[in-house]
Every structure is written in structure tokens, then in C-alpha cells.
């Protein structure tokens, strides 16, 4: 029997449990990136490891997220970063050098390899056919150490594209379509694997703009196969000998499959505040608009660019709408300014970003009040972008820049003929803002640089006996990261702050969350399906740790959410029978007794009692051998260090 690619790629590389469906594996990481807003966190936890250098073949800590710098938070952020780097065997690529997933497809990353960052679009990598996952910024930590990552042996679904897309159809409406059919949490525990004829219709940076925005599927990552095409790009990067050729078998076997027709792709858009809410144009009709974001991990290619400034040459914006544009990287925007578009764009109007995720994380360019937006990016939640009751709409850089000029959303087809975009047969290289680590005989002498606004990690605790206490705080269905502990100017700069960060927590839900849940000293969460999908941030469980929550318990959870509270010692609980969620409210006074004992005897049932209804409600705690003793040490920062001694 034929192996798919993930399978080859997971086999190459696991280290730990049997390669069978649904188990827990180990893998081997061989790169890591990290992002500033998860980095501080992630390094401090890499310090209280104890490893002197990074193990993998590739580390690399990118500065992108919090590039506003409004206090001196962000910059001793930085400083702080970049010393750990430069002592433990890190690249440090500075702030400016781009957006982190744009820059490692470009520079570094490297067909079959596998690779975790701290944040959740990770996968883009798969746009060069790498395993590249989005974690938890403990588990990054742990695999800069050396140790494995772990994850469930995922279902692989097929995705088989045929014909080619029709001029100003673009990848993003590709991904817009997949969202549209399998929703935002139609790839948990699933692996996307793009195959058949379109494929090799597709550019390295339209099969990324597809992966990346696979993380709002829920999926583990998604996967395209390394060819020819992935050759010329990265012949054009000046790094044609990391390329190796990668596909599956021709037998090989799926869980699912899915069929797409390129040419049968029409220009769409996710409209609010969903990114699975995927409608044509023709179904939203004639929408007026205020502002036009184009840029971050998506959508910010140097193709991309280009197609902008094509669509925005000898124009001018709507007088009612203001464009924003954010190239991803260095290389881009100094491409763009070498060849005359950036001034094609400047002309037209646009206000030019600094090559960073910006608006994307509500870093600046927030919406007017009931705004409507356009926007290139991969997420659209509810007040994400700075403005509560902005309206965000994701599209392709091609709507995206058309709009602009017309004022309503606009059809890109209604450009008419398409001229050819080439990619460059060379790009611009100039790797200056990726400073190399110390070598090893010089890292003694390297200070670690820490401002007063990092704080050390919240306290754990090995898990107690039994637990009794209250439900803070009862959520519905589809609760985000973004819900949990919101970006943005006010609040990305505490992220090295834990107790800060907290009074954050849920604020967006419930503004009196964190006081609440800080005077019952204990307590519980509850909530509905897919409970923490989007970003990976490990502050959505670390608030709710220092805040004293002992478990959630809701009716499914979204991957790296998961994993995040198991890493952070909270016990993740589901109903048995989804009903039960209406038996349990907010003030009801619960308790999960012998927990320990329970756990500790690999029982995965376990009654949470309700005292306040009498109810006494079923629920799982599924935990394998690993997961089990990680729960036990009070989370996995004690585990590794147990485990190290
Ligand atoms: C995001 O897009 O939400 C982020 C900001 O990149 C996050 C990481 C973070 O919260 O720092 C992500 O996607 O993981
Ligand atoms: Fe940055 Fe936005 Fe991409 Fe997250 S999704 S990495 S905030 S550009």
C-alpha cells in the first residue's frame, strides 16, 4: 500500500508511539520559528528548560508582531530576544525583515523537513512541501531543547484539484472555497494534502496563501507536493540545493477526499466575523466600503505586490476609502521599490506599512466605527481589528485593490484580460537583517537583556486530589483565542506579562471575568464546540492559569487550544452527551472528586457533580501515557524539568 506525503514525511521523522491513526506520536522537529508576541513566553520557558543550545537544525526568533512600539514594552521585548538568540543558537531575524511565515518560506525553509512555530499559520511552510505545525510556545521551547513533539497521528485528507484558475481568480479564493465546504472545524485532526493536475498550475506563494489559511480550517497543517515549481522558487532564492522532489505514492490511501475544479472558481469572500461565512460576490451584492487592508502571512507575496500595483497604476482611491499595504518581507518591499511599484501604489493613494503582521493583529489602521473592510488576511473574528463593531471581509489582494478604487466590492474579473505575471527568475537577497547566533565558545559572554515588563511564568501545581469550586464563566460555540485574550495595541504588549495580560482575559465576553474568577481563587470554565480556535498563543491558558481556572470542560476544543491547557496544567474536559452543557451554568458550584486517583489510574471518564442542580454530569478526560503524567506534574514546563533530571 502506497504511502501519502504527510505519511512519509511523519515516518521519517517520528521518534516516540506507533505509527497508527488517532495514536500519539512523537516527532522530530528539525526548525523552529518563533514570533515576538509568543517569544518572550517561549524563551523564558526555553531558559527554565536549561538547555544551553538549541538541538535543531534550524531555530529562528522573528520580531513582526508587536512592531508599534507605543511604550518601551515592545523594543525591551526585542532587546530580550535577541540576546536569547544570539546565546542559545538562534537566527534572529530583526524587526523590519518581514513577517515571520513570508520570510521562512523564502529563506529558510526547506521541502520534506518539519517545522513548529509559535504561531498558529505556521503551515505555511507547506506551500514548499514541509510538516510545519503551529504550537503552543512550551512545545517550541521543548523541541529547540530536543525534544519531541507530540501529535495525533492525524486523518489525511485529499484534496485533488484539477483545471486552472480564470484570470483574477486567485489561490485565496481556492482556500476561501475549502473553508466554505468543510467550515472552521472541518480539519481538526486532519492533515490537508493538495494532489493532482492543478497543482503544478500553482506558484510556491499561492500554494502558501493555500496552507496558511488551512489553520483556519482547524487542521494540523496542509501539505502541497515539492516539484519543479518549488525548484525555480527556490532557485530563485539562491537555494536550489535544499530541494529535494516529494509526493505521495499513486496508491496511496486517504481518510477523505475532496474535488476541486480550478476553473470553476469563482472571486468570493468570508464576511463577518467568520472566516468559514464564505459568500460570491454576486450573493453579497453591491457593499460600500471604508478601508482596504492588503498584507500579512496570506497575502503579501512579492506576486501578489505586483498584481496590486498593476490594478492600482495611473489611479486613485475612492475618496471614501482608505488602502493600507503592508509587503511581508524585505525582500519584497525592497523589490517593489526597485522596480517602481511601491511608487505605482504610493501614487495611487496607498499608505504604506512597515513590513509586519500590523492591522492583521490590530496593530494600528482599526476600522471607523461599523466600518466595512476589506482585508487580505486569514482571520476576520469579532473586534480582532481594534474597531468591536467592525465589519472584516477577506479577500484576494486582486478584489482587494479593485475596491479600493470603485468604493464597493468589486468583481476583479471585471478587469477584463489578465496580462501574464511572472515570477522572478531571481529574487533580491540580501539576508542582513538575520542576525547569526554566537558561536558556541562566545555564548558565556553574551547577556541576556530583560526589561522590567517580563515577568517570570505563573506558578503551577502538581494536579490536586479532588476539585471543588465554581464555573466562572459559561461561553457558547466557536469561542476564539481572540475571545480569550485578546491582541491588539493595548494588549499585545503585556505578552510577557502575565499578570497584567489577565485582566484582559475574556474581557471581550464578559468584562468582569477576571476580577470574578481572581475572588473565587478556584474555578472552572464552560463552554461549546470548538472551543479555542485560531491563533496558538499560550496566553489564552496561561491567563486562565494565573486566573485559577482547574479545568474547561466544553462539548470539543480546537487543536493547539488543547494542547495548550494540558502544557499549562488545566484539565481539558468534554460532555459525554452534548446536551449536559444546559444543565450546567455560570455561579453552579461543581466538584470532580478523586480526580487525581482517577487520572492517575488511566480512567478517562470521570463525573463532574453539579451541587448546585444535583446533576451529576459524564464527561471525558482523554489522556494518553505522556499527556497523563504532564497533567499530573502540574503542566509541561514540571514535566521536562522532572523528566531532564
Ligand atoms: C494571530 O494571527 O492570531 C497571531 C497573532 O499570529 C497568533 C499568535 C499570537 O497570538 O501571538 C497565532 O495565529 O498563533
Ligand atoms: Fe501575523 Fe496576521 Fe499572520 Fe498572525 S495571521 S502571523 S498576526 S500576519
Known amino acids: 500500500m502506497g504511502l501519502t506525503l504527510t505519511e512519509k514525511i511523519l515516518k521519517a521523522h517520528v521518534v516516540d508511539g506507533d505509527f497508527v491513526k488517532g495514536n500519539e506520536i512523537g516527532i522530530r522537529i528539525d526548525q523552529t520559528l518563533t514570533q515576538?508576541?509568543?517569544?518572550?513566553?517561549?524563551?523564558?520557558?526555553?531558559?527554565?528548560?536549561?538547555?544551553?543550545?538549541?538541538?535543531?537544525?534550524?531555530?529562528?526568533?522573528?520580531?513582526?508582531?508587536?512592531?508599534?512600539?507605543?511604550?518601551?514594552?515592545?523594543?525591551d521585548d526585542h532587546r530580550f530576544i535577541g540576546s536569547v538568540a544570539k546565546k542559545h543558537g538562534i537566527w534572529f531575524s530583526r524587526p523590519g525583515n518581514g513577517i515571520c511565515h513570508q520570510v521562512h518560506l523564502e529563506r529558510f525553509g526547506i521541502p520534506g523537513k518539519t517545522l513548529i512555530g509559535s504561531d498558529s499559520h505556521t503551515p505555511t511552510g507547506g506551500g514548499i512541501g514541509m510538516i510545519a505545525i503551529g504550537a503552543g510556545g512550551l512545545d517550541v521551547a521543548v523541541a529547540m531543547g530536543g525534544g519531541a513533539y507530540y501529535i495525533t497521528?492525524?486523518?489525511?485528507?485529499?484534496?485533488?484539484?484539477?483545471?486552472?484558475?480564470?484570470?483574477?481568480?486567485?489561490?485565496?479564493?481556492?482556500?476561501?472555497?475549502?473553508?466554505?465546504?468543510?467550515?472552521?472545524?472541518?480539519?481538526?485532526?486532519?492533515?490537508?494534502e493538495y494532489c493532482g493536475e492543478g497543482v503544478k498550475t500553482l506558484s510556491v506563494p499561492e500554494r502558501a496563501t493555500i496552507t496558511n489559511m488551512g489553520a483556519e480550517l482547524g487542521a494540523t497543517t496542509s501539505i502541497f507536493p515539492s516539484d519543479e515549481v518549488t525548484l525555480e522558487f527556490l532557485k530563485a532564492q539562491d537555494r536550489a540545493e535544499v530541494w529535494t522532489e516529494l509526493s505521495a505514492d499513486d496508491d496511496a490511501v486517504y481518510d477523505e477526499e475532496v474535488n476541486i475544479d480550478l476553473s470553476a472558481i469563482v472571486p468570493m469572500a468570508a464576511c463577518p466575523h467568520s472566516p468559514d461565512n464564505v459568500k460570491t460576490v454576486a450573493e453579497i451584492g453591491r457593499l460600500k466600503i471604508d478601508q482596504v487592508c492588503i498584507g500579512s502571512c496570506t497575502n503579501s507575496s512579492f506576486m501578489d505586490m505586483m498584481k496590486v500595483a498593476y490594478i492600482l497604476k495611473g489611479k486613485t482611491v475612492h475618496p471614501d476609502v482608505s488602502l493600507a499595504i503592508a509587503p511581508g518581507s524585505k525582500q519584497v518591499l525592497n523589490m517593489i521599490a526597485q522596480n517602481g511599484a511601491l511608487a505605482t501604489m504610493i501614487d495611487a493613494g496607498a499608505r504604506i506599512l512597515e513590513s509586519a503582521c500590523g492591522p492583521c493583529i490590530g496593530m494600528g489602521q482599526s476600522p471607523n466605527s461599523g466600518g466595512v473592510s476589506l482585508r487580505t488576511f486569514n482571520r476576520n473574528f469579532e473586534g480582532r481589528s481594534g474597531t468591536k463593531d467592525g465589519q472584516i471581509y477577506l479577500v484576494s489582494p486582486e478584489m482587494a485593490a479593485l475596491s479600493a478604487l470603485t468604493g464597493y466590492l468589486t468583481d476583479p474579473r471585471e478587469l477584463g484580460d489578465m496580462p501574464a505575471f511572472e515570477m522572478p527568475k531571481q529574487f533580491v537577497i540580501n539576508d542582513n537583517m538575520v542576525a547569526a547566533p554566537a558561536p558556541e565558545e562566545e555564548m558565556d559572554k553574551v547577556e541576556i537583556l530583560r526589561g522590567p515588563n517580563i515577568k517570570p511564568y505563573p506558578e503551577t501545581s502538581p494536579l490536586?486530589?479532588?476539585?471543588?469550586?465554581?464555573?466562572?464563566?459559561?461561553?457558547?460555540?466557536?469561542?476564539?483565542?481572540?475571545?480569550?485574550?485578546?491582541?491588539?495595541?493595548?494588549?499585545?504588549?503585556?505578552?510577557?506579562?502575565?499578570?497584567?495580560?489577565?485582566?484582559?482575559?475574556?474581557?471581550?465576553?464578559?468584562?468582569?471575568?477576571p476580577r470574578r474568577a481572581k475572588n473565587m481563587g478556584r474555578s472552572i470554565i464552560v463552554g461549546g464546540v470548538n472551543y479555542g480556535q485560531g491563533s496558538s498563543r499560550e496566553h489564552a491558558a496561561l491567563a486562565p492559569l494565573y486566573l485559577g481556572i482547574k479545568a474547561v470542560l466544553v462539548k470539543s476544543f480546537a487543536r493547539i487550544h488543547r494542547a495548550n491547557l494540558i502544557n499549562a496544567g488545566i484539565l481539558p474536559l468534554t460532555f459525554v452527551?452534548?446536551?449536559?452543557?444546559?444543565?450546567?451554568?455560570?455561579?453552579d458550584e461543581i466538584a470532580i472528586e478523586n480526580v487525581r486517583a482517577d487520572i492517575e489510574a488511566g480512567k478517562t471518564e470521570l463525573t463532574v457533580i453539579d451541587k448546585t442542580t444535583g446533576d451529576r454530569i459524564p464527561v471525558l478526560c482523554e489522556l494518553t501515557g505522556r499527556t497523563r503524567d504532564v497533567m499530573l506534574a502540574g503542566g509541561l514546563l514540571d514535566y521536562t524539568r522532572e523528566s531532564l533530571k
Not at 41 to 63: D, H, N, Q, W
Not at 158 to 165: F, H, I, M, P, Y
Not at 470 to 479: A, E, R, T, Y
Request: glycine letters at 8%.
Open 36 to 75: 515576538d508576541a509568543t517569544g518572550t513566553m517561549a524563551y523564558l520557558e526555553f531558559e527554565a528548560i536549561g538547555v544551553p543550545r538549541v538541538k535543531t537544525e534550524r531555530s529562528v526568533a522573528y520580531i513582526d508582531h508587536n512592531t508599534l512600539q507605543s511604550g518601551f514594552e515592545n523594543a
Open 153 to 192: 497521528y492525524p486523518k489525511i485528507v485529499k484534496v485533488n484539484l484539477t483545471g486552472r484558475l480564470s484570470p483574477w481568480v486567485a489561490a485565496k479564493d481556492v482556500i476561501l472555497e475549502v473553508l466554505r465546504r468543510l467550515s472552521v472545524k472541518g480539519g481538526v485532526g486532519k492533515v490537508i
Open 464 to 513: 490536586v486530589e479532588s476539585i471543588e469550586c465554581q464555573v466562572s464563566l459559561k461561553v457558547g460555540d466557536n469561542i476564539t483565542t481572540d475571545h480569550i485574550m485578546p491582541a491588539g495595541a493595548k494588549i499585545l504588549p503585556l505578552r510577557s506579562n502575565i499578570p497584567a495580560i489577565s485582566q484582559h482575559c475574556f474581557t471581550v465576553c464578559d468584562e468582569d471575568f
Open 577 to 587: 452527551n452534548e446536551a449536559d452543557y444546559d444543565k450546567i451554568g455560570q455561579g
